[in-house]
């Protein structure tokens, strides 16, 4: 068979996909492919030959909705044909025939990249016909990050079937200034970083999401400080005065009318306004217009909670209702400009509790988003799925309680349901901080196994997970589990746990997997605050028990390590220098937990110490681990002995 690759029908993600199927089986075979664009397929045509299912005449489980992703791969005498039923599945099924003949990518970026020596790419006989278990696979920005950090995880995410990414708010500012301009590492000096810089970036990112064909999301919080005339992104308190005009439009909370803690975006405003209603809806239809590259649009309220409007107007009505009556504010002008935008709005905090009057008209247009930020991550929702024990507590204005219960959390859910039987999905955080809680990860990927394969049964069609960009440290199973599972959510958890650890470890994986499924056992009792409620004694003996034995465990890890460090290259080499890191991490981490424990006068200055290590790490270590958020989270330890922690980072 000739070695060419043809493209049917010219489409920008169907070209990339042949530049990167010409670009590895170069790097592979040492031969470069050529490319051609050609009009149609017939059984003569030699080659790969890539395309929309339709066009290549083979049939697709997904014809009925091609916005849902499947993949064909099908060899015949003279050709493969490398077939999607939209074009980023398209790009999947050539990742997904590189991945079937050795290629991997076993963490973002190019220290991840596998490529194996192939002579003939024709010789393998591959077929495989596929559709994604669940239509929203979302990334979402969080913690510190370089534009490097992010190209790397949309390029990862795209080889492993992810098909969204989530910028929040315009340009996610905050989340560039933590990497270039904030850092907290004194050891390395950050740069004021512009708003023209800024827009660069994202401008770049942009073009990396597009050309990948993957969808587009923006915004979230931030349209509360926008309605007022403030357009500001990030959690930070504000030098910027309310408008004298605008006074009266803030949430009056404690009968004053100022921003909440000082943060315009964590500030509601007195939706019982006309006008207040009038400016958020408005806003929200400009930006949809003046942004079509945007797929999807999120509207949410002001960030925190117990941060409504008191005022006598306001106090009659929940929160929920004024939201819903803005949602349909906004479809009606949109449908009005023929604009077919979807948005996104948000089940979280305050809005748990659904409306008691209004309800959404146009459902076609709007997506759930279900948040339940402060669940509990010791346990998944499989066990909860028929769970109706709990009822939903009386709304309270500003007097709330949030449940950390899992079956508590379904019970709003469930709620909302009743009166939106829409497209929906679930928001949620398992790699922003609770991968720091479980540091060896292996419990914490069991439950996001479990959320993700129950997800159809709470009626949910995906997961958008709120994250790091940077999670391979001390290893890539999180990423692996949480893609895989989307895909397929058939695919079991020890099937994932084995290919991630034998193609990032080699021949000793079995010792790798089988160490941090130890270790995260041990933590257990760490996993979650120890002073913060009720002081469980038995669980901090067991915890100082399990840290004498986790040094054990970690003294033998280290022969481990060094033995496949002199044997080891390429990606699998990295993987195994991460693991020499994590040694020496833990080696201060666990007398840092042991005065955690014992709250004694010098568990500061261990934390420190361990600070300090991360730090002066950092440099080898950022590509796989968000030093900023992990030493953020760490501080909680030193935080929740003095009394100042709060419920999450």
Same mark, same amino acid.
């Given at each position: 068979?000739?070695a060419?690759?043809?493209?049917?029908?010219?489409?920008?993600?169907?070209?990339?996909?042949?530049?990167?199927?010409?670009?590895?089986?170069?790097?592979?075979?040492?031969?470069?492919?050529?490319?051609? *664009? $050609?009009?149609?397929?017939?059984?003569?045509?030699?080659?790969?030959?890539l395309?929309?299912?339709?066009?290549l005449?083979?049939?697709?489980?997904?014809?009925?909705?091609?916005?849902?992703?499947?993949?064909c +791969?099908?060899?015949?005498?003279?050709?493969?044909?490398?077939?999607?039923?939209?074009?980023?599945s398209?790009?999947?099924?050539?990742? @997904?025939?590189? /991945?079937?003949?050795?290629?991997?990518?076993?963490?973002?970026?190019?220290?991840?990249?596998?490529?194996? =020596?192939?002579?003939?790419?024709?010789?393998?006989?591959?077929?495989?016909?596929?559709?994604?278990?669940?239509?929203?696979?979302?990334?979402?920005?969080?913690?510190?990050?370089?534009?490097?950090?992010?190209?790397?995880?949309?390029?990862?995410?795209?080889?492993h079937?992810?098909?969204?990414?989530?910028?929040?708010?315009?340009l996610?500012?905050?989340?560039?200034?933590?990497?270039y301009?904030?850092?907290?590492?004194?050891?390395?000096?950050?740069?004021?970083?512009?708003?023209?810089?800024?827009?660069?970036? !994202?401008?770049?990112?942009?073009?990396?999401?597009?050309?990948?064909?993957?969808?587009?999301?923006?915004?979230?919080?931030?349209?509360?400080?926008?309605?007022?005339?403030?357009? $500001?992104?990030?959690?930070?308190?504000?030098?910027?005065?309310i408008?004298i005009?605008?006074?009266?439009?803030?949430?009056?909370?404690?009968?004053? /009318?100022?921003?909440?803690g000082?943060?315009?975006?964590?500030?509601?405003?007195?939706?019982?306004?006309?006008? !207040? @209603?009038?400016?958020?809806?408005?806003?929200?239809?400009?930006?949809?217009s003046?942004?079509?590259?945007v797929?999807?649009?999120?509207?949410?309220?002001?960030?925190?909670?117990?941060?409504?409007?008191?005022?006598? =107007?306001?106090?009659?009505?929940?929160?929920?209702?004024?939201?819903i009556?803005?949602l *349909?504010?906004?479809?009606?002008?949109?449908?009005?400009?023929? +604009?077919?935008?979807?948005?996104?709005?948000?089940?979280?905090?305050? %809005?748990?509790?659904?409306?008691?009057?209004?309800?959404?008209?146009?459902?076609?247009?709007?997506?759930?988003?279900?948040?339940?930020?402060?669940?509990?991550?010791?346990?998944?929702?499989s066990?909860?799925?028929?769970?109706?024990?709990?009822?939903?507590? /009386?709304?309270?204005?500003?007097?709330?309680?949030?449940?950390?219960?899992?079956?508590?959390?379904?019970?709003?859910?469930?709620?909302?349901?009743?009166?939106?039987?829409?497209?929906?999905? %679930?928001?949620?955080?398992?790699?922003?901080?609770?991968?720091?809680?479980?540091?060896?990860?292996?419990?914490?990927?069991? $439950?996001i196994?479990?959320?993700?394969?129950?997800?159809?049964?709470?009626?949910?069609?995906?997961?958008?997970?709120?994250? *790091?960009?940077?999670?391979?440290?001390?290893?890539?199973?999180?990423?692996? !589990?949480?893609?895989?599972?989307?895909?397929?959510?058939?695919?079991?958890?020890?099937e994932?746990? *084995?290919?991630?650890?034998?193609?990032?470890?080699?021949?000793?994986?079995?010792?790798?997997a089988?160490?941090?499924?130890?270790?995260?056992?041990?933590?257990?009792?760490?996993?979650?605050?120890?002073f913060?409620?009720k002081?469980?004694?038995?669980?901090?003996?067991?915890?100082?028990?399990?840290?004498?034995?986790?040094?054990?465990?970690?003294?033998?890890?280290?022969?481990?390590?060094?033995?496949?460090?002199?044997?080891?290259?390429?990606?699998?080499?990295?993987?195994?220098?991460?693991?020499?890191?994590?040694n020496?991490?833990m080696?201060?981490?666990?007398?840092?937990?042991?005065?955690?424990?014992?709250?004694?006068?010098?568990?500061?200055k261990?934390?420190?110490?361990?600070?300090?290590?991360?730090?002066?790490?950092?440099?080898?270590?950022?590509?796989?681990?968000?030093?900023?958020?992990?030493?953020k989270?760490?501080?909680?330890r030193?935080?929740?002995?003095?009394?100042?922690?709060?419920?999450?980072?």
């Amino acid at each position: 068979m000739e070695a060419a690759i043809n493209v049917v029908r010219k489409n920008r993600t169907l070209e990339f996909a042949a530049e990167e199927l010409s670009r590895y089986l170069q790097l592979s075979t040492g031969r470069k492919i050529p490319t051609f *664009n $050609i009009n149609c397929v017939n059984e003569s045509t030699h080659g790969f030959i890539l395309g929309l299912c339709h066009d290549l005449g083979v049939d697709c489980p997904a014809k009925a909705n091609l916005e849902k992703d499947c993949i064909c +791969i099908k060899r015949s005498q003279n050709h493969y044909l490398l077939g999607g039923s939209n074009p980023r599945s398209v790009l999947y099924a050539t990742y @997904r025939y590189l /991945r079937e003949i050795g290629f991997r990518w076993i963490r973002p970026g190019n220290m991840g990249e596998i490529i194996p =020596k192939v002579e003939n790419p024709f010789e393998t006989n591959i077929n495989i016909t596929e559709t994604a278990s669940y239509h929203y696979r979302t990334i979402c920005i969080e913690g510190a990050c370089s534009y490097n950090h992010v190209r790397d995880i949309i390029d990862w995410g795209a080889k492993h079937g992810i098909n969204g990414y989530f910028l929040q708010f315009d340009l996610g500012t905050p989340f560039w200034k933590r990497w270039y301009e904030d850092t907290n590492n004194p050891y390395r000096k950050g740069s004021r970083l512009s708003k023209k810089e800024i827009e660069t970036i !994202v401008n770049k990112i942009t073009d990396e999401i597009i050309k990948r064909g993957l969808r587009f999301e923006r915004m979230g919080h931030s349209w509360t400080a926008r309605a007022i005339g403030i357009n $500001i992104e990030g959690w930070k308190p504000t030098e910027h005065d309310i408008p004298i005009e605008k006074k009266e439009w803030i949430a009056k909370v404690k009968s004053k /009318r100022e921003f909440f803690g000082g943060v315009p975006i964590n500030t509601n405003l007195c939706y019982s306004n006309p006008k !207040v @209603r009038e400016a958020m809806t408005s806003s929200i239809v400009a930006y949809v217009s003046e942004h079509p590259d945007v797929d999807i649009i999120h509207f949410w309220l002001a960030d925190d909670s117990n941060n409504h409007c008191e005022c006598e =107007k306001c106090q009659g009505t929940r929160p929920s209702d004024f939201y819903i009556e803005m949602l *349909n504010e906004v479809d009606r002008k949109l449908s009005s400009m023929k +604009i077919d935008k979807r948005i996104v709005f948000l089940i979280y905090f305050d %809005l748990f509790w659904p409306p008691l009057k209004k309800r959404i008209k146009n459902k076609k247009r709007f997506i759930l988003m279900f948040a339940p930020i402060t669940r509990s991550y010791k346990h998944s929702f499989s066990n909860y799925i028929s769970c109706d024990s709990h009822h939903i507590p /009386r709304y309270r204005r500003n007097r709330l309680k949030y449940p950390s219960d899992i079956g508590a959390n379904l019970q709003y859910l469930r709620a909302w349901q009743e009166i939106f039987d829409g497209d929906g999905f %679930l928001f949620d955080y398992h790699l922003l901080w609770p991968l720091y809680y479980d540091i060896n990860q292996f419990s914490l990927a069991r $439950i996001i196994h479990e959320d993700i394969q129950s997800l159809c049964k709470l009626k949910l069609d995906g997961f958008s997970s709120c994250q *790091n960009q940077r999670v391979s440290f001390p290893h890539n199973l999180l990423l692996n !589990v949480m893609a895989e599972t989307l895909w397929n959510k058939e695919e079991s958890f020890e099937e994932i746990v *084995n290919s991630t650890f034998s193609d990032s470890y080699g021949k000793n994986w079995k010792k790798v997997a089988e160490h941090f499924d130890k270790m995260s056992h041990l933590w257990e009792p760490l996993f979650e605050p120890v002073f913060n409620h009720k002081i469980d004694l038995k669980k901090i003996e067991k915890g100082k028990r399990n840290l004498k034995e986790m040094e054990r465990i970690i003294n033998n890890f280290k022969q481990v390590v060094a033995e496949n460090l002199k044997i080891s290259n390429g990606a699998v080499l990295w993987s195994w220098k991460y693991l020499e890191k994590y040694n020496e991490l833990m080696t201060l981490l666990l007398p840092a937990f042991e005065s955690y424990l014992d709250r004694s006068l010098d568990c500061k200055k261990k934390f420190d110490e361990v600070f300090d290590f991360l730090w002066r790490s950092e440099e080898e270590l950022h590509p796989a681990l968000d030093v900023w958020m992990f030493v953020k989270v760490l501080r909680r330890r030193v935080d929740e002995i003095e009394g100042k922690a709060r419920l999450q980072p």
